[in-house]
């Protein structure tokens, strides 16, 4: 069935560092692939997101890249700071039943 | 984030017994989901509804129930049947079942005394 893997499953940077997490999808058809910063005991948070027909978006420190050949997506988080510590979620929504299917998760601590 | 409320923040659950978390929304939206997360996993997809008085099974809704007579509420029973129902309860809502962003209540976590 289709699916979601994301890596790492935890990652640790200093501050100032630049971080990348990784994630590939199954279904070639996917049209749509947004990130969800979710801190300790709250909601996930949408942060960015990219569409198909997109190579590359960037908000301030926030970039997410998308290769539709090699059906994977990734987060750059550049200049990171304390704050950016929490769990991402990477997602994709497959076309064919508009299903979203979400990643294990990435525990980002970024030490001072 | 705004607009969509669960309660209560934690819940109880003796062993035998069914309880009810709550989802509401005030963002008119048409679609609502729910979704559990665990420990190091994703999340995964229990129930979701396109329309009121129409829901559909999503991966894991054995040992669920849900009802949508409102456009704003869709509540989540965790029954008896459901031998493993610590988690963390996320329910979430879009314009419609093909819009791109879902956005997430506060969360419910369930606990079994």
């Known amino acids: 069935g289709e699916n979601v893997e994301q890596h790492p499953s935890t990652l640790s940077v200093q501050e100032g560092d630049s971080a990348v997490i990784k994630c590939t999808y199954s279904?070639?058809?996917?049209?749509?692939f947004p990130w969800y910063k979710q801190e300790l005991g709250k909601r996930p948070q949408l942060i960015i997101d990219?569409?198909?027909?997109?190579g590359e978006k960037k908000d301030q420190r926030i970039a997410v890249t998308l290769n539709k050949t090699a059906k994977h997506f990734s987060l750059h988080i550049t200049e990171t700071q304390p704050e950016d510590s929490a769990v991402y979620f990477c997602?994709?929504?497959?076309?064919?039943?508009?299903?979203?299917?979400f990643g294990a998760g990435t525990r980002l601590t970024v030490k001072p | 984030d705004g607009g969509i409320t669960q309660s209560p923040k934690y819940l109880f659950r003796k062993e035998g017994q069914n309880v009810t978390l709550s989802c509401e929304q005030n963002?008119?939206?048409?679609?609502m989901y729910w979704y559990r997360q665990d420990p190091g996993q994703g999340l995964r997809l229990i129930y979701y509804?396109?329309?009121?008085?129409?829901?559909q099974k999503g991966d894991i809704a054995e040992g669920y129930s849900v009802s949508r007579e409102k456009k704003e509420s869709f509540p989540l029973t965790v029954t008896s049947a459901q031998k493993n129902p610590t988690a963390f309860y996320l329910c979430?809502?879009?314009?419609?079942?093909?819009?791109?962003?879902?956005?997430f209540g506060p969360g419910t976590r369930l606990l079994v005394l």
């Open positions: 279904d070639s058809a996917s049209n749509y």
């Open positions: 963002l008119n939206h048409d679609a």
């Open positions: 997602a994709a929504r497959f076309y064919n039943n508009n299903d979203m299917r």
């Open positions: 979430a809502s879009s314009t419609g079942l093909a819009s791109e962003t879902q956005y």
């Open positions: 990219i569409r198909s027909n997109v």
């Open positions: 509804s396109q329309i009121v008085n129409d829901f």
